[in-house]
């Protein structure tokens, strides 16, 4: 009996189980128009008109964020400018876990520039040449002058390692760095 009972019925009841816990995980909590807005418990208590219920429902429905890093508008604001002809170099400091490698192939793949990277297929690194030249480069990245100051290199590491890299590949760059 105990041998026909795991072979045969127990199956079935994992798969069910299974089936269920699933189910639990997958099916939304309230289908379509089924749950019932309720208004604000302070709206309900002042007897408050439909345009503050309004009002108060969607400030309940924004999250309440303090500001940690209040920056004022003009920093926010602030345009700088780049020139590629020139002696300017974008260092692309890449920060894990934050998209920067998806973000990082698109500035050497995907950018409409008067002269493209120039990405040979089955390589990861694209030589990103200024306009009119052979050698001097205007991005500093894994995509395009490689892992130069080591593997995820933070900010103190690449602000001491960059000028002098970029004078081993032979580019002038420039040494103000910001």
Known sequence: MDERFNRWLLPP??????????????SPACPGA?????????????????EEREEEEEAAAMPRLAAKF?????????????????????VFLHIQKTGGTT???????????????????????????RPGGDKDTWLFSRFST??????HADWTELTSCVPAAMERRGCA???TLR
Do not use: T
């Not at 089924?34 to 439909?50: I, L, V």
């Not at 209040?70 to 974008?90: K, N, T, Y």
């Not at 520039?113 to 990103?128: D, H, T, W």
């Open 70 to 90: 209040p920056f004022a508008r003009g920093e926010l604001c602030r345009r700088g400018r780049f020139d590629m002809r020139g002696r300017d170099v974008i």
């Open 103 to 129: 973000f990082g192939r698109h500035l050497v793949r995907n950018i409409h520039l008067e002269q493209p990277c120039y990405c040979r297929a089955g390589q990861k690194k694209c030589a990103c040449h």
């Open 13 to 26: 009841l994992l798969a069910l189980l299974f089936l269920l816990i699933v189910y639990q995980y997958v």
């Open 173 to 175: 760059g420039n040494r």
């Open 34 to 50: 089924a749950c019932p807005r309720r208004p604000p418990a302070s709206a309900a208590r002042r007897g408050g008109g439909p």
């Open 146 to 151: 490689g892992w130069s100051c080591g593997l």
